[in-house]
T-cell receptor, first 113, second 116 residues
Framework: DAKTTQPPSMDCAEGRAANLPCNHSTISGNEYVYWYRQIHSQGPQYIIHGLKNNETNEMASLIITEDRKSSTLILPHATLRDTAVYYCIVSLVYGGSQGNLIFGKGTKLSVKP | GAVVSQHPSWVICKSGTSVKIECRSLDFQATTMFWYRQFPKQSLMLMATSNEGSKATYEQGVEKDKFLINHASLTLSTLTVTSAHPEDSSFYIC????????????FGQGTRLTVV
C-alpha cells in the first residue's frame, strides 16, 4: 500500500500558485519524498524529490516539514498544461532493486482559466 | 531529464496471442527497470522489478509465466504478455533508473494494449 495520503482533487486558477499537500507520517529516516505527475494517457513525469531540506527546480518547489511527516508541492504559476494527477511517493534511493515507486491515488489538479 | 522510450505506444491483438512491449533507456544505463499496469481511472500498479542480467522479481498476484520480462542489456527490457485475454487490456508503463547513481526513475510514455 502507498505510504502517503493526498486529497483526491484540487482546483487552481490559472496563473496562481498551486499548493498540493501530502501526508507521509510513517516515513523512515532514509526515505525520500518524490513527486511525479501524470497527464492523461501518458507516462508519469518526474517533478522533484527531497530528503529533509526544501528543494526547488525549474518546475516546482518542495517544502518538507521539519518532522518530515508531511510535504507540499508548489507550482508557482499554474498553467492549463499543469492539469494532471500529481503523485506523492516515499521511497528509498539506493542501488539494485530498491527504489521502486509505489503509487497511491494521487491528487487530480484541475487548472481553470 | 533522461529519456525512456516505450514501443509500441498502442497495440491491438487477438485473444490467445502474445504481445511484446519494449522499454529502452536512450541516454543512460538502466540497471533497474520497473513494469507497471494501469487500469482506467486507477493508479499505477507495480507488476515487477528487473535488474540487468537477473530474473525479474514479481509482485504478489502477478503471474510470472504470463508476463515474461527480459532485461538482457543495460538499455533494453521487454515485457511479453503471453496468451493475452481481454482482461489483460490495460495501459502498461515501464520506468528505468541507474541503480549505481542516486537518481530518480524515469518513465516511458506507456503502451495501450487492447485484447479483442
Amino acid at each position: 500500500d502507498a505510504k502517503t495520503t493526498q486529497p483526491p482533487s484540487m482546483d487552481c486558477a490559472e496563473g496562481r500558485a498551486a499548493n498540493l499537500p501530502c501526508n507521509h507520517s510513517t516515513i523512515s529516516g532514509n526515505e525520500y519524498v518524490y513527486w511525479y505527475r501524470q497527464i492523461h494517457s501518458q507516462g508519469p513525469q518526474y517533478i522533484i524529490h527531497g530528503l529533509k531540506n526544501n528543494e526547488t527546480n525549474e518546475m516546482a518547489s518542495l517544502i518538507i516539514t521539519e518532522d518530515r511527516k508531511s510535504s507540499t508541492l508548489i507550482l508557482p504559476h499554474a498553467t492549463l498544461r499543469d492539469t494532471a494527477v500529481y503523485y506523492c511517493i516515499v521511497s528509498l534511493v539506493y542501488g539494485g532493486s530498491q527504489g521502486n515507486l509505489i503509487f497511491g491515488k494521487g491528487t487530480k489538479l484541475s487548472v481553470k482559466p | 531529464g533522461a529519456v525512456v522510450s516505450q514501443h509500441p505506444s498502442w497495440v491491438i491483438c487477438k485473444s490467445g496471442t502474445s504481445v511484446k512491449i519494449e522499454c529502452r533507456s536512450l541516454d543512460f544505463q538502466a540497471t533497474t527497470m520497473f513494469w507497471y499496469r494501469q487500469f482506467p481511472k486507477q493508479s499505477l500498479m507495480l507488476m515487477a522489478t528487473s535488474n540487468e542480467g537477473s530474473k525479474a522479481t514479481y509482485e504478489q498476484g502477478v503471474e510470472k509465466d504470463k508476463f515474461l520480462i527480459n532485461h538482457a542489456s543495460l538499455t533494453l527490457s521487454t515485457l511479453t504478455v503471453t496468451s493475452a485475454h481481454p482482461e489483460d487490456s490495460s495501459f502498461y508503463i515501464c520506468s528505468a533508473r541507474d541503480g549505481r547513481k542516486n537518481t530518480e526513475a524515469f518513465f516511458g510514455q506507456g503502451t495501450r494494449l487492447t485484447v479483442v
